[in-house]
């Protein structure tokens, strides 16, 4: 579906992607301190434009907030991140896309692969209709990381942990994950993305669902999450933005106006447009 990605740096791409052991070539060269790049990238569905000329740089463990007004690109942008505007048959990406320095849209590229190391949440809480258990071995077994049901039995329970769950459900495994109350079924997805062991996490307004206690747990949880993992959240709280993220990215009719540090853009933005949308005057 891609043209100039086909093309742009694809023999640094084959010699590294060769064989899925680009991450640690790369860890061993030079330390990463980019997970992911954007370059020019464009985005159309069918002839309307919704993403234009979009380099966004998303830092290693750290939490980049993705802000702007309803229907400025977003969630749009955040799916080309793992590819999922894939599965939409009118959208068409033009651009440069990479993780650990890889194009994530070269033809050598494995899209399920892919989507197990740029995990994904969503804005309502998606558990499959399955226990527990089974909607966190669901990913580690379909990606055989697990040697037996003891290794299983560890995964589960640590990416239960990880995701402050474990404590709640540890006596209930066996039953329905929708079961769960809405704070918990999102931190059951969330203990889902991490349990396949993702480098990259991409939340889309995870708590826009949730009541503020539920909301607080998450955010806590984002901030414990980004010692290993790096993160890219949606978000139209800025309250929210402000206290999870280091850096922030500011989208406005597709575009990208602003990105800097967190602290720079709730204080001291450099573009009037940010200003007026983070002091509350649109959007
Ligand atoms: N599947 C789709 N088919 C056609 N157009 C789409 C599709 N998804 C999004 N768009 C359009 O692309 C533009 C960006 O939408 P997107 O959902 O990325 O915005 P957003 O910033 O996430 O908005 P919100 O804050 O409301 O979630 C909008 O004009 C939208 O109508
Ligand atoms: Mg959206």
Request: hydrophobic share 35%; charged share 25%; glycine share 6%.
């Amino acid at each position: 579906m891609v043209s100039s990605m086909d093309t742009a740096g694809a023999v640094d791409t084959l010699e590294t992607t060769a064989s899925n052991s680009v991450d640690s070539a790369a860890a061993q060269s030079s330390p990463v301190e980019n997970r992911m790049t954007t370059r020019n990238v464009n985005l159309w569905y069918g002839e309307k434009q919704a993403l234009f000329d979009v380099d966004l740089d998303v830092p290693d463990r750290q939490v980049t907030a993705l802000i702007g007004p309803s229907g400025c690109g977003k969630s749009t942008f955040l799916r080309c991140l793992n590819r999922m505007n894939d599965t939409i048959d009118i959208c068409r990406v033009e651009g440069d896309i990479r993780l650990d320095n890889v194009d994530i849209y070269d033809k050598t590229v494995d899209v399920v692969q892919l989507r197990a190391r740029v995990g994904m949440v969503f804005q309502k809480p998606n558990p499959f209709p399955k226990s527990i258990y089974d909607n966190i071995a669901y990913g580690p077994s379909i990606h055989g990381l697990a040697a037996d049901k003891a290794d299983m039995d560890e995964i589960v329970e640590t990416s239960l942990k990880g995701a402050g769950l474990w404590d709640e459900v540890k006596d209930r495994l066996s039953e329905p994950g929708n079961g769960l109350s809405g704070g918990q079924q999102q931190r059951l997805c969330i203990a889902r993305a991490i349990a396949v062991s993702p480098e990259v996490i991409l939340m889309d307004e995870p708590c826009s669902a949730l009541d503020p206690i539920a909301t607080a747990h998450i955010e806590e949880l984002i901030d414990e999450l980004r010692q290993n993992f790096t993160i890219a959240i949606v978000t139209h709280n800025m309250q929210q933005a402000a206290r999870v993220s280091q850096k922030t990215a500011f989208f406005h009719l597709g575009k990208l106006i602003e990105h800097n540090d967190t602290d720079q853009i709730f204080t001291n933005p450099r573009e009037s447009m940010t200003q007026d949308y983070i002091t509350g005057r649109f959007g």
